[in-house]
Every structure is written in structure tokens, then in C-alpha cells.
């Protein structure tokens, strides 16, 4: 996986130095404020100031997506994407009988075998135990900030029913066999998946530029192949969309039409679990910066509706520690009744004095030097608690991706949930 043993421990600090973490984007944005920091896509540019925008190919032409996906095609393409064979009588038997392909399953089955050694077993385990009760009671799961990480929170949350993903990413669309054809769409799924598998946070601009080159245009292809690998079947998408009030809506699916800019983009993917219970993932590509969601509250007033959360939050850039994403921390204050995050979430400060139960579980020492102005004592001092202890944890995950060196935090609330 293009990897270097020698140099794992610098790998975190000069993996992020030269790309965006979870919120990166490629798009530009027009400055209307003075500060340069107002939104979600001018922080992720001021971490990625090295990358160029992504090359707009006017050679290639986009395929015809005009029409709904065909539900037994979408569930092939997320078992091809994923390097596992897609069903007999698909179109996509033949491509999968190419050499290319063949390589690229057996490379994508190693990578995914060892992905479950480290970080899967471990996981489901320990969210077993710790996040019992948390289990029973999140029906719906929001994860700010995740880009197309649908892995992670089907791995910490497998019972839910609802999963609400928002990020910067473009939402995308299930690709056509004839990006699924190009020759160069193995190399870029790797190289897409390779900080995940290993890290498990997303190098995003990366992997625009990667998914890009092949015609794979958002974030939907890569949570179908994480659908695929963790046991899920696909069995609808559809194109969706916020009003201004924040209202569910069909989307054209015709790509030649102008999107609305008064609209929030999103997809709504049916699945079949593991365990044959129906899940409803949705994505919607939002800026949850104060300064776009005065313009736009569409992405607050949905998952205010949604009744109250439990929330979900990883490699987040530490966003919510800034005070221009007040909007979204209020809302994951007020409508949770469990926060799972790490030191990249909610900084404690904002966490009001008895309203909480925490649990550590972990290390605490500080974030590393991209991060270092988010340091918080509050947490070293929670760490260092004699009388609650933190407790362990049997993985790595976040910016301090190694097991030694992670945390995550369980707020449970004690207080009733806002309305």
C-alpha cells in the first residue's frame, strides 16, 4: 500500500502537511468576508495551501446517469469497487474475469483482512461492551464532518437505523460501467482507501484528484464499497435534497439540469445489514460554518427533525472548537444524548458543568504539531484523574492513529434533550 515501514512515525504530521484531513475540498470558494477562516472549505484550503484544484478533463465525456440506478447494478458496482465478485448475470462478470481486476481483488481482500486484524475485530468488541446501552438507544446516528466515512460508523454503531453523513465532499453518483472500465480505476481506489486502511481518516483531497481521474465524482461510490466490505447490501439510491426549510425532497436525476442553489445536495442509500435489518444512509454535501448556515440552515433544521442523536464525530479538523461552527456545536449539544468523538470533536470547555457523564478511554497527550494551538488542559487533567481512571482502548483511530496514542471520549447526557 505504498508503504514504508521505516517511516511510520513520521507519517501523521507530513500526511496531513500535505493534504486535507476529513473536511478537505478541492472546490473553490468566492471570499466575501475578511476572514479568511469563515467556512468549512477556507479552513480545509489554508491546510491544503500545496494542492491545485482538481483538472477538469474535457476529453473525457461524462457518462448518462438521467435515469435512476438500477438497484441489483448499484450493489454490483459496490461489490466491484470493493474487489469482491459481483453477481453472475451482472454486466460487470466481465470485467471482473480481467487479470486487472483479478490483481486488484486479491490485493483489495489482503488490504481488507488486515484492516479487520487491526481495527475491526477491535472495534465491534470493545463498542459491544462499552457502547452497549448507547446501542439501544441511537437509532439515529449523526457524523459531521465525515466526508464518505460510512466504515467507521457502521463499525462503532452496526445496529442503528439511520446514519446521517454530511461533509464537503459533492455527493456523487453510482458510476457507469464505462468508469468502471478504465484501466486506471484500480490504482485510484487503492490509493483512495490507502490512508483509511491504515489510519483511519481520509487524505480527501488526494482522493478527489484519484477518484476524479477515473469519472468516480463524490462521495457515494466509496460509501457503497464500504457498504459492500462490511456486510451490507445495497438495495436502493436516490437522488435527495433539502428546501430551505430543511424538508426531504427528490433530486432531478437528470445531470445536464442546474442544481438549485437554494438546495442542499444529498443521496439516500437503502441497505440490507448484515443481520437482514433495513438501514437508511444518507450524505448531503453542506458547509456547517456559521457564516453558510446563516445563509442556508437547511442541514441544522434536518437533523433537528430527526428527533434526538447520538452523535459521531472523528478527525474532524477540530472545526467545532472554532467559534464561527457554533451553529452545529449548539445543535450537538442540544439534540444528543450520546457524543462518541475524539479530541478532534467538541473541546470540553464547551461541555455545560453537570449536564454530562464523561468516559475516557485511552491516551491524552496532545494533538499532533498540525493541531497543537487545540491542545486542551481540561482533558490532560481528565486523564490524570485518579479517582476515574480512563479506561482502554484496543485500537487506534484519529490524527493519533496509532493505539497508543488515541482517545475517544463517551458523553452521556444527563438532562433531558433540548427542544
Excluded at 497527550?365 to 493541531?371: A, H, V
Aim: charged share 20%.
Amino acid at each position: 500500500m505504498y508503504f514504508r515501514t521505516a517511516a511510520l512515525r513520521f507519517l501523521p504530521a507530513a500526511l496531513l502537511l500535505l493534504s486535507a484531513c476529513s473536511e478537505s475540498t478541492t472546490k473553490t470558494e468566492t471570499t466575501i468576508s475578511s476572514t479568511p477562516e469563515e467556512t468549512m472549505a477556507t479552513t480545509a484550503a489554508a491546510m491544503d495551501s500545496t494542492k491545485s484544484a482538481v483538472p477538469q478533463s474535457a476529453a473525457t465525456p461524462r457518462p448518462d446517469r438521467s435515469t435512476a440506478p438500477d438497484t441489483a447494478y448499484a450493489q454490483d458496482v459496490a461489490m466491484f469497487l470493493g474487489g469482491q465478485q459481483p453477481s453472475q448475470r451482472s454486466n460487470l462478470t466481465p470485467l471482473a474475469a480481467q487479470p486487472a481486476w483479478q490483481v486488484f481483488a486479491k490485493d483489495q481482500d489482503k488490504s481488507w483482512d488486515k484492516y479487520r486484524a487491526t481495527h475491526t475485530t477491535s472495534m465491534m468488541k470493545w463498542a459491544s461492551t462499552e457502547l452497549d446501552s448507547v446501542h439501544a438507544n441511537s437509532p439515529t446516528i449523526f457524523y459531521p464532518f465525515s466526508g464518505p466515512d460510512f466504515l467507521n460508523v457502521f463499525t462503532m454503531f452496526p445496529t442503528s437505523q439511520t446514519y446521517v453523513l454530511m461533509g464537503l465532499e459533492p455527493v456523487g453518483s453510482v458510476p457507469a460501467r464505462a468508469s468502471l472500465a478504465n484501466p486506471k480505476l484500480f490504482p485510484a481506489v487503492k490509493a483512495s482507501l490507502w490512508s483509511v486502511l491504515n489510519f483511519s481518516f481520509f487524505r480527501t483531497n488526494d482522493m478527489a484528484v484519484d477518484l476524479k481521474s477515473v469519472e468516480l465524482d463524490g462521495a457515494l461510490p466509496l460509501m457503497m464499497l464500504f457498504a459492500a466490505r462490511t456486510g451490507n447490501q445495497v438495495t436502493a439510491i436516490r437522488p435527495v435534497q433539502l428546501d430551505a426549510t430543511g424538508h426531504l425532497q427528490d433530486a432531478s436525476t437528470d445531470t445536464a439540469q442546474a442544481k438549485n442553489p437554494k438546495f442542499v445536495q444529498g443521496v439516500e442509500m437503502k441497505l440490507r445489514g448484515p443481520d437482514g435489518q433495513s438501514k437508511t444512509v444518507y450524505y448531503f454535501s453542506a458547509d456547517l460554518s456559521d457564516w453558510k448556515l446563516k445563509a442556508n440552515s437547511a442541514p441544522i433544521e434536518f437533523v433537528r427533525s430527526l428527533g434526538p442523536l447520538t452523535t459521531y464525530v472523528k478527525s474532524a479538523t477540530y472545526l467545532m472548537h472554532k467559534s464561527y461552527f457554533n451553529q452545529v456545536r449548539r445543535l450537538v449539544l442540544r439534540r444528543s444524548r450520546y457524543i462518541l468523538q475524539d479530541d478532534s470533536g467538541i473541546a470540553m470547555k464547551f461541555f455545560q458543568k453537570g449536564a454530562w457523564q464523561f468516559n475516557h478511554y485511552g491516551t491524552y497527550k496532545r494533538p499532533i504539531n498540525l493541531f497543537a494551538k487545540h491542545y486542551q488542559p481540561e482533558l490532560t487533567a481528565a486523564y490524570r484523574d485518579t479517582t476515574r481512571r480512563p479506561k482502554a482502548l484496543p485500537f487506534g483511530t484519529g490524527y493519533n492513529w496509532r493505539q497508543t496514542d488515541s482517545n475517544l471520549l463517551l458523553a452521556r447526557r444527563l438532562i433531558p434533550v433540548a427542544e
